[in-house]
């Protein structure tokens, strides 16, 4: 792949039915609650859940303590090449511009339902002290660089469900909503712990 900052990303839309799945209330929880702890400033990020035809995620420019039902949208096909990704999308918004590295991610781990990605930034700056499997360098946000490079470090942390993206972010994932929301806040805490010990400082 060559240089693609300034990713085009585009949505087609298959039609504007909201996204219909018991697991979405449980999914605008976790939104809201990342947002209320502070492990998502300026109330970025996107989350994510699979289902039987793709995956619902929330929406690009909405900010996670506005997540409601409206502004999720099911994603059910993603296509990608050199110019940038092109998704198929049902809902009334666009989704979040990382959608594909939530493809990418579903389509390496069969066992994953869940992936959270948001921007914990004491988790991010204790990396290495958390010994998190990270990513090397920093790319472009929403670049396929970023997906390569993730699927790099999940085949070679074969067990990992939580890696941190080098200066930027962290991704968590789960079988279930709870599992992945449940290791962000465990993660948080001992990097708190860390911090309050006076390490990594
Ligand atoms: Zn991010």
Known sequence: MGQTTGVRFEAVFLDNNLPD?????????????????????????????????????????????????ENLVEIVRVEVNEAGARVHVRGKVVPSKESVLHSGIYALRQGVNTVFHIHDQLVVEL??????????GEQPRGSYELVEEVNRVLRLNKDADYLVLRNHGIISMGETLDEAG??????????REIRQKGGGE
């Open 182 to 191: 449940r290791l962000v806040e465990s993660t948080n805490k001992m990097a």
């Open 127 to 136: 990396a290495d002290e958390l010994s998190l499997p990270c990513t090397e």
């Open 21 to 69: 799945d018991e697991r979405i209330d449980r999914l605008i929880y976790w939104c809201h609650r990342f947002d209320k702890l502070g492990l998502a400033p300026k109330s970025a990020g996107n989350l994510s859940f699979r289902t039987k035809k793709g995956f619902i995620i929330t929406a690009t420019a909405v900010a996670l303590r506005d997540a409601e039902k």
